[in-house]
């Protein structure tokens, strides 16, 4: 049974700092691209962050902020999340792919807000 089981989420403060994880089982982890997603209210969903294996990728307004990274030994998938800020609020959902197979995450939301 293929699960992604996400941890880490809760409110944060303007300025402040969360990881979350997303820990996987039922397939092949090392194999899939991992990535992170994240939905706000009223807004598309968008792509955070991806590694495809030993590269990451990151859109424009998390550059420099939010680290994705992956241990293939604990198969999990990781965000670090710092120096956030209020438009960061929405709900992160992690997300493995090998085509043709797509698998996501529970979701979980991250208030910025002080």
């Known amino acids: 049974q293929v699960q992604l089981v996400e941890s880490g989420g809760g409110l944060v403060q303007p300025g402040g700092a969360l990881r979350r994880s997303c820990a996987a089982s039922g397939f092949t982890f090392r194999s899939y691209a991992m990535s992170w997603y994240r939905q706000a209210p009223g807004k598309e969903r968008e792509l955070v962050a991806t590694?495809?294996?030993?590269?990451?990728n990151y859109a424009d307004s998390v550059k420099g902020r939010f680290t994705i990274s992956r241990d293939n030994a604990k198969n999990t998938v990781y965000l670090q999340m710092n120096s956030l800020k209020p438009e960061d609020t929405s709900v992160y959902s992690c997300?493995?792919?090998?085509?043709?197979?797509?698998?996501w995450g529970q979701g979980t939301p991250v208030p910025v807000s002080s």
């Open positions: 590694t495809p294996g030993g590269s990451t």
């Open positions: 997300r493995a792919d090998h085509w043709p197979a797509t698998y």
